[in-house]
């Protein structure tokens, strides 16, 4: 099969798979979507909203219409590395056995990640990473495809550990869940008080998955893409040449050099989503949001003067 025929299957398969979707989670579009970009683009979302938003239940239709096992892990101040790693135990014949723990899963949902302690958040920022975990100095791969969504209350911090920038820039994209418009809450109300199960398809098997994961990276970028987004990247650092005013006005710390990573390969996931063979400059821009949100500190004149993350990113295009 050649590229142009696999690139129209996954979009075929990806309105598919968005239809099958939508039979249980009403809206979230944009959400969805960088969800997807960021699984097709090998790489782990940060999810922020209030409670009730259906994150959990997001995650796990996901799962499901990908053909992907599920699990889910809820941070407390309590949980121990070993407790999601997985840890040896001595079996009946005096033998030391590892006994995997929950992160081995194709998806992890890390819910409330910002309530464990900075030990049990660095252990799995480092399956993150490696997509492999360390145990009694024995390494153990993790189940490929490896995807992992956290969340986190944007409105309780109390007994929380934040995530350091470090860790934080791990994460592809930071998604901000919104809550539904009058018309979707109406819709969610109406199939969520009444008794009917709905039954979902898989719509991708797991070599699917890891098939389009590679062939988004196989998808050539012009250089005057590329520019761009080391350029968008640039201007978020004070001391860059490229930064303009606002930039040395509102911005303590810019985006490193993952920040272009990311947004090369979720610009090419995203045009590739929508059926072209490369990426233009909008795919960046479509894609720069969620990816740069996380990665930039602004100072205390930026808050004080009410300039938000998305209103400095958005004059930096």
Not at 116 to 145: D, F, H
Not at 193 to 198: G, I, L
Request: hydrophobic residues 40%; negative net charge; glycine residues 4%.
């Amino acid at each position: 099969m050649s590229k142009v025929e696999e690139v129209n299957q996954l979009v075929e398969k990806y309105h598919t798979l968005k239809k099958e979707i939508s039979k249980v989670i009403v809206g979230q579009n944009e959400v969805i979507d960088q969800v997807l970009i960021s699984i097709f683009s090998r790489g782990h979302c940060l999810l922020v909203g209030v409670p009730g938003l259906a994150k959990t239940l997001l995650v796990n239709t996901i799962a499901q219409t990908l053909g992907l096992s599920f699990n889910r892990i809820q941070f407390t101040p309590d949980l121990m590395p070993s407790d999601i790693i997985g840890s040896e135990i001595l079996d009946e014949n005096k033998q030391f056995k590892f006994v995997k723990g929950p992160l081995f899963h194709n998806i992890i949902l890390a819910d409330e990640i910002n309530r464990t302690p900075p030990k049990t958040q660095s252990a799995l920022i480092e399956a993150m990473q490696e997509k492999s975990v360390t145990a009694a100095g024995n390494t153990y791969k993790l189940p490929q495809p490896f995807f992992v969504l956290a969340t986190q209350n944007p409105i309780e911090q109390e007994g929380t550990y934040p995530l350091p920038e470090a860790q934080l820039d791990r994460f592809m994209f930071n998604i901000w869940v919104d809550y539904p418009t009058y018309e979707e809450e109406l819709a969610i109300v109406k199939a969520t008080t009444m008794d009917q199960q709905v039954t979902l398809s898989q719509i991708f098997t797991a070599e699917e998955i890891l098939r389009f994961q590679a062939l988004v990276r196989e998808i050539p970028v012009a250089d005057n893409v590329l520019s761009y987004a080391v350029k968008l990247v640039g201007k978020t650092r004070i001391n860059s040449e490229f930064a303009p005013q606002i930039t040395k006005d509102f911005i303590s710390w810019g985006a490193g050099p993952r920040a272009s990573q990311n947004l090369i390969v979720g610009a090419k996931c995203h045009a590739m989503l929508k059926g072209k063979f490369a990426p233009d400059i909008e795919d960046v821009q479509a894609v720069a949001m969620p990816i740069l949100r996380h990665r930039i500190v602004r100072n205390y004149k930026a808050e004080a003067e009410g300039y938000s993350m998305e209103k400095i990113i958005q004059s930096l295009f």
